[in-house]
């Protein structure tokens, strides 16, 4: 047995409406992968808040190192060598690496002795990494080596991870494992947030699994299934989506005709020449490594960003230049990435939220008053279809479970029967059972005849809804091919900017 390292016992914690911890029992060891497992909305958020000091518990106690441990903030939780790497990035992207480091340091050295400390730790660990780069130049991984070495400086002797392969390569993947193992022999434990259950069976050594914020099991992630890890948390039998086999196509229902934009901010992607067809009752996954241009074409299809009004027909008519509500109208809906900022107003209730996107489509106001009958409706129905986890409509989004709110803000779009529905990362973020929930919802979408494209870091995911796919490299979008025909090589050719699929089929 090795020494404990972190013991939190009968650990509560209750907002209105909800106790997101309720008598919480966790024992961490030095030199351990202690994965933390729980769908969403179970606690696992307040409960690494807790720990790190951005909320404090109403009942319970923790030790750390055998001392009582309550740190006020998380400055606290630092100076006893506790470091978190957060799910969402907090960069600036218009400085150095060194810089955006030098800020979140309470005593930075000169900048050229902090860029040598940086340049020997990333070397150390396997994490390449030049200190005067830009951030904004960097890609989404790299990105993340920047927040992993700027905990890594700290010497940490627990270092929590907030789903850290959400938007990595597999590539990445391997090579942030690689890390973390070297992290765990030097006797750093490691706790580990995460909804990929392959992975977590890869790398950690004990999960603890909660369910409307109680511990219900522990297990050795080795010796149970994926299958087995996803069934404790949700509490039945994980269903898996059903996907019809489409006998002949539709009507094409959207058309990219040379569709390209600048980039519409500093650190953007160009979009460049791209042509595509998409037809009613089709699923088309769109693949790519993050800051390929996913979120310009996403813009450039809901109407936040304008284009030459041929460039996209809907249905055969064109509609590059119309704003998002004319789409709407029209039959197109989407969803972006950043749900709590983009997609949704963090500050506003679920009513008002579903107000701003549907009303177009769905009346909800009328001669500029608004129906808010009709609208908390609208919001009901989608959390009573979707799952999500809150006590009433008139809750603020901000106070949702990151994956709560993801089936809040995919259920709004897909309730107002689109025609053409566009969505970027739409399981990013949700555990295993509310992904199986999302992309059977998309795919009883596709067979009800809309026409859908689905961007996704997933590849497991795109394989199993999307009927064609293409990839998106710097902007530049490969010619689709159906994905039954596809091989992983192939699908990773194509990623990397292998738009000829003759040369990548040579290459495979």
Not at 191 to 220: F, M, P, W
């Amino acid at each position: 047995m090795r020494e404990i390292l972190l013991k939190l016992e009968g650990l509560t914690k209750a907002y209105p409406g909800v106790v997101a911890n309720s008598g919480v029992d966790l024992a961490i060891q030095k030199g351990e992968v202690h994965a933390l497992l729980g769908e969403n909305g179970a606690g696992k958020s307040t409960l690494v808040k807790t720990i790190y000091g951005l909320v404090a518990p109403d009942a319970g106690h923790m030790t750390f190192e055998g001392k009582p441990f309550r740190p006020a903030d998380p400055r606290a939780a630092r100076a006893v060598g506790i470091a978190m790497v957060f799910q969402h990035f907090s960069l600036f992207e218009a400085l150095t690496v060194v810089e955006n480091i030098a800020l979140g340091m309470e005593h930075p050295p000169t900048m050229r002795a902090l860029a040598t400390q940086i340049k020997a730790v990333s070397q150390t660990y396997g994490l390449p990494l030049d200190p005067q780069r830009i951030v904004g130049d960097l890609s989404a991984g790299e990105r993340q080596r920047v927040e992993i070495i700027r905990c890594l400086l700290q010497d940490p002797k627990l270092l929590i991870m907030d789903e850290p392969t959400s938007v990595l390569t597999p590539q990445e993947v391997r090579i942030l494992f690689a890390t973390l193992r070297q992290l765990r022999a030097q006797g750093t434990a490691i706790l580990y947030i995460s909804h990929k259950l392959e992975e977590i069976r890869a790398l950690c050594d004990q999960a603890t699994i909660l369910r409307l914020g109680k511990v219900v099991a522990n297990c050795d992630p080795q010796q149970v299934s994926a299958k087995e890890m996803a069934e404790m948390m949700v509490g039945s039998a994980l269903q898996a989506p059903k996907k019809q086999t489409v006998t002949e196509q539709g009507a094409v229902a959207l058309t990219l005709s040379q569709l390209s934009a600048p980039a519409p901010q500093a650190f953007g992607t160009p979009l460049r020449d791209i042509n595509l067809t998409v037809r009613s009752g089709e699923v088309l996954g769109i693949g790519g490594v993050a800051g390929n241009g996913q979120e310009e074409l996403v813009a450039a299809l809901s109407g936040e960003m304008r284009v030459a009004a041929n460039m996209i027909q809907l249905y055969g008519q064109a509609v590059g230049a119309l704003p998002p509500n004319a789409r709407r109208k029209l039959g197109l809906c989407a969803a972006p990435e950043d749900r709590n900022g983009h997609a949704a107003a963090p500050d506003l209730s679920l009513t008002e939220n579903a107000l701003m996107t549907a009303d177009a489509r769905m009346g909800l106001s009328r001669h500029g008053f608004i129906n808010r009958p009709q609208a908390r409706s609208f919001a009901s129905a989608v959390i009573k279809r979707f799952d999500v986890r809150t006590p009433s409509t008139d809750i603020l989004a901000r106070a949702l479970s990151g994956g709560n709110l993801q089936k809040f803000v995919i259920g709004r779009e897909i309730l107002q029967a689109p025609k053409v529905f566009v969505v970027n990362q739409p399981t990013w973020g949700v555990d295993a059972a509310a992904a199986a929930a999302i992309r059977q919802a998309i795919l009883d979408l596709a067979e009800a005849g809309a026409a859908v494209i689905c961007i996704s870091h997933d590849l497991d995911e795109l394989m199993e809804i999307s009927d064609r796919f293409a990839a998106l490299n710097g902007g530049r979008l490969s010619p689709p091919s159906p994905t039954a025909s596809l091989s992983l090589d192939q699908i990773g050719l194509m990623l990397g900017g292998a738009h000829d699929m003759e040369v990548a089929h040579v290459k495979a």
